[in-house]
């Protein structure tokens, strides 16, 4: 197998079994095992297990080379943006975080271990990721607050708010409620109630 693709199925085990065990209750023998390789293959593309687990978090957040964001590449959030229709902004947002957490649920578990186990990827995810996202959402927010569409308030508190619905949401779906026995409705339709949430709260 190349050596490229050989990184990426490690990679691939690796978060699969991170997820289930978290960082320390995983060993680099029991990942070169599951992925059908010697311990000594891994450490040849890693070092160490703490650069196989920061190798994930920059295998998630990076495209051709470059460090990407998920909203950067969304065109019809994006389009939203520039002629500042509120609700397609946030349903857009909304749904495509939602869409990510349930096509992506072992790097979210593996996401919530290190946050438990007080690992730096959680901390890096934090300042890599979530400080960015509170960045682009909380700057929109003002930019339409400066336009007397929307109430004074910290926009801070409207992405945490934004935000909360939408990971409470995931987190029943992924670890306590998968037969979604208390709430079963699709992603379009819960970024759809979600949007219209905030925006009732907000705008003027």
């Known amino acids: 197998m190349p050596a490229d693709l050989r990184r990426e199925q490690i ?11 978290g960082f320390k209750g995983t060993t680099t023998k029991e990942i070169a095992k599951a992925a059908g390789v010697s311990e000594a293959i891994i450490f040849r593309h890693f070092a160490n297990k703490e650069e196989l687990y920061g190798a994930i978090l920059d295998s998630k957040s990076c495209r051709d080379g470059l460090r990407r964001y998920p ?15 509120d609700f397609a902004v946030f349903y857009n947002l909304a749904l495509q975080a939602i869409d990510n957490h349930h096509k992506d649920e072992a790097f979210m578990r593996l996401l ?17 990721f979530i400080t960015q ?29 934004f935000l909360g619905m939408l990971i409470h949401h995931s987190l029943n779906n992924i670890l306590w409620d998968k037969e979604r026995r208390i709430l079963n409705i699709s992603n379009e339709e819960a970024a759809k109630n979600f949007a219209e949430i905030v925006l009732r709260g907000v705008l003027k």
């Open 112 to 128: 919530f271990y290190s946050a438990l186990e007080e690992h730096q990827l959680a901390e890096r995810f934090f300042g890599e």
């Open 133 to 161: 996202i509170y960045g682009f959402i909380g700057e929109y927010v003002s930019e339409r607050q400066a336009d007397g569409a929307m109430r004074e308030v910290n926009p801070r508190i409207v992405v945490r708010a």
């Open 11 to 21: 990679l691939q085990t690796a978060v699969s079994l991170f997820s289930q065990r």
């Open 71 to 85: 909203w950067e590449s969304n065109e019809v959030l994006q389009d939203a943006i520039r002629t500042k229709d």
